[in-house]
T-cell receptor
């Protein structure tokens, strides 16, 4: 398994500001992902965080809005830029060492006023 | 279109009773099917993962079944406990594009004393 921590665990932000969420894993992993879970909904993949290169974004998500960094095999950040109330969600980091098992972090609960 | 449908959307059961959750999928090509448990405000935790050749897998009081021919899976909870109150998410992995995950909408289970 993998132990994943996210910071902050929750935040309340004003519209127009940006928030950077950190994801730390206790061991090296091949793949890291960022998901969004809007209230009452299931998870939606935002992007795959690639170590040392630009993230791979899913349809509907762009780098200007959700810049991602992954400087090494155990750490990644997701920034939610120029926030609006529609960005209020839980943001989850997940990791995988192989194609079989994906582990999720505890999530960051974001409320934008 | 690759989809995962879960039923029921929610259910209430009495402590000690059994229940079964359903998952139908159209994801292709199929790699594996996972069931996750997500407590309120937390990240999903893996319960079981099954490949094409597996038709049943247990994890304590949780038993998952898979019929790859009919593309159906179920999750059976035996002798439910209050701590089983959570959302249960069926997730199917595709054998392509980095084994991308397709999430079901989840079944919200409430166990009452």
């Amino acid at each position: 398994s993998a132990v994943i921590s996210q910071k902050p665990s929750r935040d309340i932000c004003q519209r127009g500001t940006s928030l950077t969420i950190q994801c730390q894993v206790d061991s090296q992993v091949t793949m890291m992902f960022w998901y969004r879970q809007q209230p009452g909904q299931s998870l939606t993949l935002i992007a795959t965080a690639n170590q040392g290169s630009e993230a791979t974004y899913e349809s509907g998500f762009v780098i200007d809005k959700f810049p991602i960094s992954r400087p090494n095999l155990t750490f990644s950040t997701l920034t939610v830029s120029n926030m609006s109330p529609e960005d209020s969600s839980i943001y989850l980091c997940s990791v995988a060492r192989n194609q079989e098992t994906q582990y999720f972090g505890p999530g960051t609960r974001l409320l934008v006023l | 279109k690759n989809q995962v449908e879960q039923s029921p959307q929610s259910l209430i059961i009495l402590e000690g009773k059994n229940c079964t959750l359903q998952c139908n999928y159209t994801v292709s090509p199929f790699s594996n099917l996972r069931w996750y448990k997500q407590d309120t405000g937390r990240g999903p935790v893996s319960l079981t993962i099954m490949t094409f050749s597996e038709n049943t897998k247990s994890n304590g009081r949780y038993t998952a079944t898979l019929d790859a021919d009919t593309k159906q899976s179920s999750l059976h909870i035996t002798a439910s406990q209050l701590s089983d109150s959570a959302s249960y998410i069926c997730v199917v992995s595709r054998k392509a594009a980095g084994n991308k995950l397709t999430f079901g909408g989840g079944t919200r289970v409430l166990v009452k004393p």
